[in-house]
């Protein structure tokens, strides 16, 4: 059975370039014959109840519904076998951030909102500014002001209005949020009041699973930052079985950048709850900045998922991280983020060390490069 070294090389300087480039949004965004609804959906002077349709005929055609596919080659390098890898990466700003960004954007039409705000450090930065563009609402995003990115250029032609902020990504969200508050703004940060909404949204990826399979996986890979999107998963996997449509819920197994990941340290730890770590220690790579946090924002979900399924939290190195995207660009011709095998390293590590049986396993891949 194969493994990934830690001093696995990654030859060639372009090929890490490559590697490193980021997310990148579908040209076009949405798709040419809804031109007639974005125009209808973003006109705040029509009807609410028209523009409302408008949008939702666009979040029907463009958001979700993403790729799921079996990956026999990574089957038989590692001797497992029924691997599939779910690609967020065909939403169209690149990753499974759309889902929630869609979602709370028509939230914010429906309740009669004129703007949304959310800090970003890229991507959620991205995605909420495309679909506030869409819906014709004004979009106020914060970002640390150490941090760079070519995706805030995309923010920009989108609309955004960019507010740099001294400090980290959490302290990005604590001045969104009070700014959401004093001049009455749509507040689409995790952690808030309308992260039963996040949730449910990331809830459609476990029911595209479903569709596809016809029943729960026995394991569900999945990176892991704030922890929203995999407890999103769980939630709407505990809705299938409890509506006797799966016989089973999935083991969740979660992956994020070594040591600096709240999740996996508290499950690591055995310790009740997500505990904030250290932000001095906290060292930005460009590899593992999708999934480093010192404070996570829903973790305690996450780590709930995580242990009510009997799962598992596992570390990964950026070397690994590098290694694996490679591997699956090689062998599965699926351009992925570094960051993005982290749910994928957990399983397979893990599968190393103590052999899984042969049973259905999905990845999430949240990541897509240009």
């Known amino acids: ?23 990148s949004s579908h040209s076009p965004v949405i798709a040419p014959e809804l031109l007639s609804q ?9 009807p609410l109840e028209d523009r409302i349709e408008a949008y939702e005929d666009i979040i029907d055609s463009e958001i979700g519904d993403t790729t799921m596919s079996r990956a026999r080659n990574i089957e038989r390098e590692f001797g497992l076998r029924q691997i599939f890898f779910k690609f967020e990466g065909g939403n169209p700003s690149g990753t499974q951030k759309d889902r929630i960004a869609f979602a709370q954007a028509m939230d914010a039409m429906r309740r009669g909102f004129d703007s949304i705000t959310v800090a970003t450090c890229g991507n959620y930065g991205v995605a909420i500014a495309l679909s506030a563009s869409l819906a014709g609402l004004k979009c106020y995003i914060y970002i640390p002001d150490t941090f760079h990115t070519r995706r805030i250029k995309e923010m920009t032609e989108l609309g955004a209005q960019i507010i740099r902020i001294p400090g980290d990504y959490e302290h990005a969200v604590e001045v969104s949020r009070e700014r959401a508050e004093k001049d009455e703004i749509y507040d689409a940060n995790p952690g808030g009041a309308n992260t039963t909404l996040q949730l449910k949204a990331y809830g459609e990826i476990a029911y595209e699973i479903y569709d596809e399979l016809r029943d729960a996986p026995a394991f569900i890979g999945v990176p892991v930052s704030n922890g929203t999107t995999l407890a999103g998963i769980y939630r709407g996997f505990l809705s299938l079985y409890r509506r006797g449509k799966i016989s089973r819920i999935p083991r ?12 996996i340290q508290a499950y690591l730890k055995n310790l009740p709850h997500c505990s904030d770590l250290v932000p001095e220690k906290i060292k930005e790579t460009p590899v593992n900045e999708p999934l480093i946090n010192w404070h996570s924002i829903d973790g305690d979900y996450a780590l709930d998922a995580i ?56 990845v999430i891949f949240t990541g897509r490069k240009s």
């Open 307 to 362: 242990r009510q399924t009997h799962g598992w939290a596992a570390n990964a190195s950026d070397k690994n991280m590098l290694a694996y995207s490679k591997l699956i660009r090689e062998k599965e011709g699926l351009s992925v983020l570094p960051a993005s095998t982290a749910g994928l390293i957990a399983l397979l590590e893990k599968h190393r060390k103590e052999p899984l049986e042969n049973d259905r396993y999905v």
């Open 1 to 23: 059975m194969a493994t990934i070294e830690e001093n696995n090389p990654i030859s060639g300087n372009t090929l890490t370039h490559n590697l490193l480039d980021g997310a």
């Open 252 to 263: 969740f197994v979660a992956g994020s950048s070594f040591g600096k990941n709240p999740i």
């Open 38 to 46: 974005k125009r209808l959906a973003a006109d705040v002077d029509l």
